[in-house]
């Protein structure tokens, strides 16, 4: 469920020129002496605060944001749509895919207090809403059941999607039933869910009143892959999983450098996978290192989580995912300057 601003929540101030609205800094009290010179507004940008007030502070409709800053406590007046925090609806900006064509928005919620510290960009779970016919779907084993067809489903049932064929990406995965019961036409919506990695300018606020967005340039990165591109869940143990990418490997010049980074990854490390060519849809998706697969020791097996407990299991190759260090929620960081998260190009 989306997460409303409230007191205490722990936010990061995202003041992007295209946003509405801006900042005003109320007071910035150093050694416990109010009155010292506050920064440049444009300074603030990426910073982590935490919510200070129980609504808007004025008029404009600004919330009271508490920064810490080399010692100094700064206090801001800030709009609700330059706030990035955990539970946050957004939408997914997507770019065009060709000339001529556009790509649909999709709607999803912060996943992380902060964004990566290696690379920047903000995992966010992404949902789509599938309407399938009940020879598609297998019921999960759960605490609330046991597995079985059809015949066991009913709202809030995990399930497994198989045999579509113009959807066939969708096999393998893990959704959740929605619906009460079929529809006239016999079919249920079933909820399919992913993280996935985003770039903060691929994001967009969203939720009742929030401002409409501008285009996003043709030229900018795209954003990390969307509900619409889900892999599929492997079988057998992961065989396969890296989407037979020979083009990923290292290459003689940097097999001392990969076996560097090798030693960097232990079992239950949690990682971001990227660089992927024949299977990019796997790009930008977190999960966590399981150890070598026995009939490919050049490779880690990554698995991935789905919603409704199923995984998907990935044979890569260390060029192709990297640390992915997200905060663990209560943990308090250490305010200042060298807090702040890393700037995204």
């Known amino acids: ?23 005003e800094v109320l007071e910035v009290v150093a050694a416990g002496k109010p009155g010292a010179e ?57 770019r065009p895919s060709g000339e001529g064509q556009t790509a649909a928005d999709e709607s999803g919620l912060v996943a992380a207090e902060r964004p990566l510290r290696d690379s920047g960009r903000w995992p966010v779970r992404l949902h789509k809403t599938l309407s399938l016919l009940p020879s598609h779907l297998l019921v999960v084993a759960t605490s609330s059941g046991p597995a079985g067809t ?39 919506e079933v909820s399919v869910s992913q993280v996935v990695s985003v770039d903060r300018g691929s994001l967009w606020p969203a939720g009742p009143g929030a401002p409409p967005h501008p285009p996003p340039p043709a030229t900018s990165p795209a954003a990390a892959p969307t509900t619409s591109e889900l892999p599929p869940r492997v079988r ?36 971001e996978i990227f660089g992927l060519l024949s299977a990019p849809q796997h790009n930008g998706r977190l999960g966590m290192v399981l150890g070598r697969p026995p009939a490919k020791p050049d490779r880690w097996r990554i698995r991935c989580s789905e919603l409704g407990g199923g995984d998907t299991l990935l044979d890569l190759r260390p060029c192709n995912f990297r640390a992915a260090v997200v905060p663990v929620t209560g943990e308090r960081e250490v305010e200042g300057e060298e807090a702040l998260p890393p700037a995204v190009p």
């Not at 469920?1 to 509405?20: F, I, K, S, T, Y």
């Open 1 to 23: 469920e989306p997460v409303p601003l409230a007191h205490g929540l722990r936010v990061v101030l995202d003041l992007r020129p295209a946003l509405p609205g801006s900042i």
């Open 236 to 271: 057998g143990g992961g065989a396969g999983a890296d989407g037979g990418d020979p083009k990923s490997g290292p290459g003689q010049e940097g097999e001392e450098k990969e076996k560097e980074k090798e030693k960097r990854f232990q079992l239950g490390d949690e990682v």
């Open 38 to 94: 506050p920064p440049p507004p444009s300074d603030y940008d990426e910073a982590p605060g935490e919510v200070a007030s129980d609504g808007p502070v004025d008029a404009d409709g600004r919330w009271r944001i508490e920064v810490t800053r080399r010692g100094a406590s700064h206090a801001l007046a800030v709009p609700r749509w330059r706030l990035i925090w955990k539970g946050m609806p957004v939408l997914v900006m997507r």
């Open 150 to 188: 059809a015949a066991g489903l009913r709202r809030g049932r995990a399930v497994e999607l198989h045999g579509l064929k113009a959807g066939a990406a969708y096999n393998g995965l893990t959704g959740l039933v929605l619906s009460e019961g079929p529809n006239d036409k016999g079919r249920w």
